[in-house]
Nanobody
């Protein structure tokens, strides 16, 4: 599976962005998906996970503001980010994991896309 993330950019606090991650090689329905982020000087952290059955999981820091989704027909996953804050500034990575994987544990994700930079100004 190859993943290509896009959609990052510069946005003011309170604004919105939608990240996309296009997958090639296998149909999205065969695996689960996730988003992680890494801010400068910090460890990579979990953001969101979507299971193949449609359940979603979020880090507490983004719950209520971010939404993970997928378009199976386009083999693409999305991360809609609303009410952005300066602390959301990071490089965002998409990833996939096998069905039934425990959400949020980066070791469970076996394919990773290159990051897309999100910068939120105050």
């Amino acid at each position: 599976v190859q993943l290509q993330a896009s959609g990052g950019g510069l946005v003011q606090a309170g604004g919105s962005l939608r990240l996309s991650c296009a997958a090639s090689g296998r149909a999205f329905s065969t695996y689960e998906m996730g988003w992680f982020r890494q801010a400068p000087g910090k460890e990579r952290e979990f953001v969101a996970h979507g299971t193949w059955t449609g359940s979603t999981y979020y880090a507490d820091s983004v719950k209520g503001r971010f939404t993970i989704s997928r378009d199976g027909a386009k083999n693409t996953m999305f991360l809609q980010m609303n009410s952005l804050k300066p602390e959301d500034t990071a490089v965002y990575h998409c990833a996939t994991s096998p069905r039934g994987s425990r959400p949020g544990y980066s070791d469970n994700y076996n394919y990773w896309g290159q990051g897309t930079l999100v910068t939120v100004s105050s």
